[in-house]
């Protein structure tokens, strides 16, 4: 089960690469650049085959996760799974999912010789990313989510996403875990090279309409989601109103194709050699395209769609299709703090601790994952399905939130929960899963490039569910620009702070012992973090201080 061997030649440094890797990080640490990447960029430069050759060590290979909204949780209830099987897993826990960002986590794990002590390795990586990664690494097993409208100035539309993460597809060995509720990842089955195989995860039809896909906003088909919920037993009465908001959404349409500086560069990279790419462009499907995918003779794989997954297709043909396809793990039923999932036609129940609605679904990704990759375990009771997947049970029920995703940090012995938020669709659910009512709420929103430079999904967010409480502080780069979006809202704003370090102060002091949520976009929920670290006890995510 051994990875192939890495056929690049090592630089004549590589003996050194941990070392200077880890003074890097050691030395940025200490001037407290933060910044998790930075030692990956120097590696990457002096040794460009560091993470080929160190990921070519695993025994179980790689697991790749992408897709828009989910990965980091999902990444983390994945390793937290193998890792109570008794596997030892690198992952890269901080959300930073660059091809740099990976090889930062190596360098706090590899000893001096480049060795890396694990079996498997679970990694998030970025849509665009994660194509560079696959040219260089080729994961065992993928696992793409979903794709939805997000950072336009990055990524272009929505196909332009699904194109990126269909690099992923058609560069995995082993096996490839797909949404089967996304008809747009659910079509990359037909990129999968021969001998990979195809599993999905999947809802019941009763809770289909609670799960809304980007086609959903954007097709005015939500207004049926406040009807599933009442139908659905066992909903509570906070999960019902969850997606109020969603329905009550009706977007305008798509809001056109966004360009920037390094838009060419983040199609992915070259995906064959001169030689390749001019057999393929002398084939009949015409000229190469920087999204194309080949195989290993240079041919271009063109996906085999069927015609009903067009962009054309209604909500209901692709809620019929999605019914056809057998999934592997399906979430029949969920609640507060709980869930029901359907695999191998029994049913199992357990309790988690995530936060959020959207995480259950993310928990049947992960299991579909993990189940795949214990048919590769000698101990993982594969000839006993229920035991194996009754200890699955056990190990996500205590799987934590992940670094910055409804963690919780106590100042002065008051919660204050951290939640992620960097489009659309997250920022609404999460909303909706986060009750206001006794909770100061601040929103930090920045536009660097890891949170993306356009702001203007602020718009598509219902934020009505913020009017009964305010808002008490809004903060970062766009601090302005979110205290006018919730004006027209009708949301009262107690400040406006553009100073991040002085915004937290002031919000965290105030009030005390009120519990309090803190929405923030990538880079400054990274400042925030840092700034609580002041205040209270926060875990070392390896992101600096």
């Known amino acids: 089960m051994q990875n192939k061997t890495s056929t690049s030649r090592k630089p004549f440094n590589a003996f050194a690469t941990p070392a200077i890797g880890k003074a890097v990080r050691g030395l940025s640490r200490l001037l407290h650049h933060g910044g998790s990447a930075l030692p990956g960029e120097v590696v990457e430069k002096i040794d460009p085959t560091f993470l080929e050759r160190t990921l070519g060590q695993l025994p179980y290979g790689v697991v790749l996760v992408s897709g828009t909204n989910g990965k980091t949780t999902t990444t983390r209830m994945i390793a937290s799974i193998l890792k109570d099987l008794n596997l030892k897993v690198f992952t890269n826990p901080t959300g930073s999912n660059f091809t740099r960002g990976v090889v930062s986590a190596l360098l706090t794990e590899v000893s001096a010789g480049g060795k890396l002590d694990a079996d498997i390795a679970v990694l998030e990586l970025d849509e665009a990313y994660a194509v ?29 996403t699904a194109r990126l993460l269909s690099h992923v597809a058609a560069n995995t060995t082993g096996t490839v875990v797909l949404n089967r509720e996304d008809r747009r990842i659910a079509a990359l089955a037909h990129v999968v090279p021969q001998g990979t195989q195809v599993r999905y995860f999947g809802l019941s039809d009763e809770l289909r309409k609670l799960f809304p896909s980007d086609d959903d906003m954007h097709a005015g088909d939500l207004s049926a989601a406040e009807k599933a919920a009442a139908k659905v037993e066992g909903v509570n009465t906070a999960l019902a109103s969850a997606v109020a908001p969603i329905a009550a959404f009706r977007s305008g349409g798509d809001t056109g194709k966004k360009t920037s500086d390094s838009a060419a560069d983040l199609q992915g990279p070259d995906t064959t050699s001169t030689s390749m790419a001019a057999k393929a462009a002398d084939s009949q499907t015409g000229a190469v395209k920087s999204h194309d995918i080949f195989d290993s003779s240079g041919n271009r794989i063109i996906p085999k769609l069927d015609a009903r997954e067009t962009v054309s297709a209604s909500s209901a043909l692709a809620d019929s299709l999605a019914s056809q396809r057998l999934a592997d793990v399906v979430l029949s039923r969920v609640g507060d703090h709980e869930a029901e999932f359907v695999m191998d036609d029994a049913e199992f129940e357990t309790t988690v601790q995530l936060e959020g609605v959207y995480n259950l679904f993310n928990a049947a990704a992960a299991l579909a994952v993990v189940r795949a990759v214990t048919e590769q375990i000698k101990n993982a009771d594969t000839t006993l399905p229920r035991a194996r997947d009754e200890r699955l049970m056990r190990a996500l029920s205590r799987v934590t939130p992940a670094f910055g995703r409804g963690e919780v940090i106590k100042v002065d012995g008051a919660p204050v929960e951290l939640l992620l938020v960097k489009n659309p669709m997250g920022f609404r659910m999460s909303l909706s899963s986060f009750a206001p009512d006794g909770h100061d709420t601040m929103i930090v929103i920045n536009d660097e490039y890891a949170d993306g430079r356009d702001m203007s999904w602020l718009w598509d967010v219902d934020f009505t569910s913020l009017r009964g409480t305010g808002v008490k502080m809004v903060s970062g780069v766009r601090a302005w620009d979110m205290a006018l979006r919730l004006e027209y809202e009708g949301v009262t704003v107690g400040q406006t702070d553009t100073n991040v370090e002085e915004a937290v102060r002031k919000f965290v002091t105030a009030d005390p012992g009120t519990p309090k949520h803190i929405y923030c976009t990538y880079t400054a929920m990274l400042k925030v973090r840092s700034e609580l670290g002041k205040y209270a006890e926060v875990a070392d995510a390896g992101v600096g201080k």
């Not at 560079?132 to 929505?158: A, W």
Request: aromatic fraction near 10%; charge should be neutral; proline fraction near 3%.
């Open 132 to 160: 560079h990664f696959v040219h260089q690494v080729k994961p065992r097993y993928s696992l793409l989510l979903n794709v939805m409208r997000d950072q336009l100035d990055r990524f272009g539309e929505i196909d332009n």
